[in-house]
Each structure stands twice: as structure tokens, then as C-alpha cells.
């Protein structure tokens, strides 16, 4: 599949954001400026640009703890992503969710789960709605190779293929699951064969590249809005950096760090978009820095904004406020 100039260069511009957004956010936090928690995506960015490009507004994604590249991708403004994850009110959940916790409906990111292989079954009941209702709508579940390991995830699989449900599966394989190697947790050398066990088609793909996992991802979608069910997406990817900010990763082998990082899907999708003839260096540059000052301008914004108020503690908790006597 050929995608339009317009569309890889939009692919490009979200992989940019999520880098840069990653790489403010390690820069920020190592040198004391602000703090907050994060669980890096750096290195995945291919993955979620291409889902950016792939499902439409109305459709609903579940990511996890390190969803910042999936959120930017889906369009969850970077202030409200910042804001979340620094505790300020401009936050999504004003400030009160933090970084594990990012949600945003009026762009279909409907949960982002703290819990390893918690997102696949609230995946499948968003798609479950979705076909009682008669709506044109698929639902997307991203997840870690460490989320196959557990029985929600099986469960969550086993009921999406069984009814057929409009719902894909996305494995972004970072070869890691927190601390472990893949090879330590599962015999299997490609994750996407656990789908065979469903009835559901399992498909493997270069996750460092958007361009086939945009489409892989359209086969999928598509075949879950005319009816055909779900389909399990393996995308083989790295991450660069720990599984927490701050982890200096002892685990890793140097030499597969290093020809991971030297494969960096963000600098070899540019070359990409040069050596086709789709974008200039100049239109590339300017792309670029069009990131950074968004990067900066959001986190300018969220520094400057204050703190949740003792009044938000029971904001959004209760339909009706309830005031206790103290």
C-alpha cells in the first residue's frame, strides 16, 4: 500500500512530537527542572504514528502506562498530556489522574491502564458496545509482549474472536517486558502466533517502519468495520531507554542497545521521505522545529498553570458532591 505524500508526511510530523515530547520530558526531569513519573516510548514512535494515521476520530483506543506516543497519535493535545503527568489542572483529568491514568473520550482514548494486560478486556467490551449499538466504530488495544503473559489478555482474545468483535490487537514488542527478555517469558519466537489459538489471524510486522505498519493496521481495521473480527498485530520494535525514568537498564546488552538505537525509526523514516522523493530536507527541517516549539509552548503552558485545589478531591468522583462533616 502507497500511501499519499500528505499522509507520511503527517506520519513523520506525529513522530517527531512523540520524540521530542519523550526527550523534553528526560531532559526536564534529569536536570531537575520539574519532576513527574514516566514510562519512556522512545524508539516506538512508527507504531503509534501509524495509528494516528490509520483509525478515524471516532474511533476508540485503550493504551497503557507508556502511551505518551500513543496518545500524541491519536490527538490528545501535548498540554493536556504534560498537564496530567505533572499533576496540573490543564491535565486531562485536571491534574488528578497522572501519568498512568490518561484519558481522553472526545478523542476516543478511552483508558490508559496501569495494569499489565488490563486494557485487552476493556477493549473488547468498547467493541462489544459498538456492535450492540449498530455502530461504524473499531476499537484499537495496544499493549506490551509482557501483556500476552497474562490470563486477561487470553480471556479478552478468546471472547473477541468468538464473537466476532470490531476490536485489533496491538502488540508493541519492545523485546523487553519491564526488566525481562521475551525469550525469558514465552517459548514462542514471534508473539503473533498466540493468535493461531483463537481462531484469529496474527500478523508480524517491522515496527520500525509506519509505512507497513499502517498497512497492516488498515487490513485489520478494516476488517473488523465490515464484520470479519479481530486480528492480533505483532510489531516488532525496541525501547531506548529504561522501563521507568531513571532505570539505567543493567539488563540490556550494550551491543543490542546500540544497533537498536542506530536503526532509530525517526531518522530513518526521514531518509525514507528524502531518498522517495516525498519532502525536501528544508520541509523536513522545518517539521522538526515546528516540534520542538509545540514541545516547549505545552510545557511552558502546564509549568505556569497550578496545582488541583483541596476542592477537586471529590470533583468527578461522585454524580452528586457529597460534603462529610468533619
Not at 500513543?70 to 490527538?75: E, H, Y
Not at 509505512?211 to 476488517?223: D, P, R, T, Y
Not at 510489531?235 to 531513571?246: K, N, Q, S
Not at 530513518?268 to 509552548?297: M, P, Q, Y
Request: glycine share 10%.
Amino acid at each position: 500500500m502507497t500511501l499519499p505524500a500528505d499522509v507520511q508526511r503527517r506520519i513523520y510530523a506525529l513522530m517527531v512530537v512523540m520524540k521530542a515530547a519523550d526527550d523534553r520530558l528526560s531532559k526536564g526531569i534529569g536536570t531537575g527542572e520539574f519532576m513527574c513519573v514516566y514510562w519512556p516510548s522512545r524508539g516506538q514512535e512508527a507504531i503509534a504514528a501509524a495509528m494516528g494515521v490509520t483509525l478515524r476520530d471516532d474511533d476508540q483506543l485503550v493504551t497503557t502506562y507508556r502511551g505518551l506516543h500513543d496518545l500524541i497519535g491519536k490527538g490528545v493535545p501535548l498540554e493536556e498530556i504534560y498537564g496530567e503527568m505533572m499533576g496540573r489542572t490543564v491535565g486531562a483529568s485536571r491534574g488528578k489522574g497522572g501519568t498512568m491514568h490518561i484519558a481522553k473520550p472526545e478523542k476516543g482514548v478511552m483508558l490508559s491502564t496501569g495494569i499489565v494486560g488490563a486494557g485487552p478486556p476493556v477493549a473488547v467490551g468498547l467493541a462489544m458496545a459498538a456492535k450492540r449499538k449498530g455502530l461504524d466504530r473499531v476499537t484499537v488495544v495496544s499493549f506490551g509482549d509482557g501483556a500476552t503473559n497474562t490470563g486477561s489478555f487470553h480471556e479478552a482474545a478468546n471472547m473477541a474472536a468468538l464473537w466476532d468483535l470490531p476490536v485489533v490487537f496491538v502488540c508493541q514488542n519492545n523485546m523487553y517486558a519491564e526488566m525481562t527478555p521475551t525469550t525469558d517469558t514465552m517459548k514462542l519466537e514471534q508473539v503473533a502466533d498466540r493468535a493461531a489459538g483463537y481462531g484469529m489471524p496474527g500478523m508480524r510486522v517491522d515496527g520500525n517502519d509506519p509505512l507497513a505498519v499502517a498497512s497492516v493496521l488498515a487490513e485489520a481495521i478494516g476488517k473488523a468495520r465490515n464484520g470479519d473480527g479481530p486480528t492480533f498485530i505483532e510489531c516488532v520494535t525496541f525501547r531506548f531507554r529504561g522501563h521507568y525514568f531513571g532505570d539505567r537498564m543493567p539488563y540490556i546488552p550494550k551491543e543490542q542497545l546500540a544497533e537498536a538505537m542506530a536503526a532509530d525509526p525517526v531518522p530513518r523514516f526521514r531518509k525514507r521521505l528524502i531518498d522517495d522523493g516525498v519532502c525536501t530536507d528544508d520541509e523536513l527541517n522545518g517539521i522538526d522545529e515546528g516540534a520542538l516549539i509545540s514541545v516547549e509552548s505545552a510545557l511552558k503552558a502546564v509549568l505556569s498553570a497550578e496545582a488541583p485545589s483541596i476542592e477537586e478531591l471529590d470533583r468527578d468522583v461522585y454524580a452528586t458532591p457529597i460534603r462529610y462533616p468533619v
